[in-house]
Structures are given as structure tokens and as C-alpha cells.
């Protein structure tokens, strides 16, 4: 392996959303899921463009809600308690997209909507 791969693959790493993290227990637990789930609606870019003192503080309350669950794991000692921190987990993303999105819509801006107008076939 050369230095770039290993430096690409550490950036990966660093980066990967906590759903990623190995779960001791086996099967993803339903709390689990639900963390998942929120977890693909987090945003990715700012609403309208506006990079804005809302927008970095989303990504930071995202950034320490992600630190606060691997902490959270690695001291877990049954199955409640990891159900537990990922439920808090998820309560975390869903609060911080909630007060971004209430912030910016204070501001004037909405977020985006896609909608397909024609026939089904």
C-alpha cells in the first residue's frame, strides 16, 4: 500500500457515518435502523447555498452527536444501553436538522423540494 492509499482510506474512515459502526450484539436493533435512517436525511449541503453560521452549526452538532455515539458504544454494557445511545443518537440528528431548517426558514429560505409532474406508466 503507498502513503496515498492509506491517507484516502484514513479520510474515509474519519468520515463515515456512525450507522457504519460495528454493533457487538449482531442484527441492527430497531433503534439502530431508525438512527440509520435519520442519518441519510442529514444534509448534505447548505440549504439554498447559504453557507451561514446555521449551516456550520448543523454540521457541528451533527459532528459532536456522531463523537457522543462512539463514545457512547464503546462503553455499552448490554443491549438496552446500545439501543439506548443509538435512540439518543437519532433524537440528536433530527434536532439539529429541525433547528437548522426552523433557523433558515426564519431567513427566508426553504429547503428544496423535487416534484415529477407527468403520467405514470
Do not use: C
Request: aromatic fraction near 10%; glycine fraction near 4%.
Amino acid at each position: 500500500m503507498n502513503r496515498s492509499t492509506v491517507i484516502a482510506a484514513l479520510a474515509i474512515l474519519a468520515t463515515a457515518p456512525a450507522t457504519a459502526m460495528a454493533n457487538p450484539y449482531g442484527a441492527m436493533s430497531y433503534e439502530e435502523r431508525l438512527a440509520a435512517a435519520e442519518d441519510d436525511m442529514t444534509l448534505a449541503a447548505p440549504i439554498a447555498g447559504v453557507q451561514n453560521k446555521y449551516w456550520f452549526n448543523y454540521r457541528t452538532d451533527l459532528a459532536e452527536a456522531r463523537k457522543e455515539l462512539a463514545r457512547d458504544l464503546r462503553h455499552v454494557t448490554d443491549a438496552e444501553d446500545e439501543r439506548d445511545a443509538w435512540d439518543e443518537y437519532r433524537g440528536e440528528l433530527a434536532d439539529a436538522r429541525h433547528d437548522y431548517v426552523k433557523e433558515m426558514r426564519e431567513k427566508g429560505y426553504r429547503p428544496g423540494q423535487v416534484r415529477v409532474y407527468g403520467s405514470a406508466r
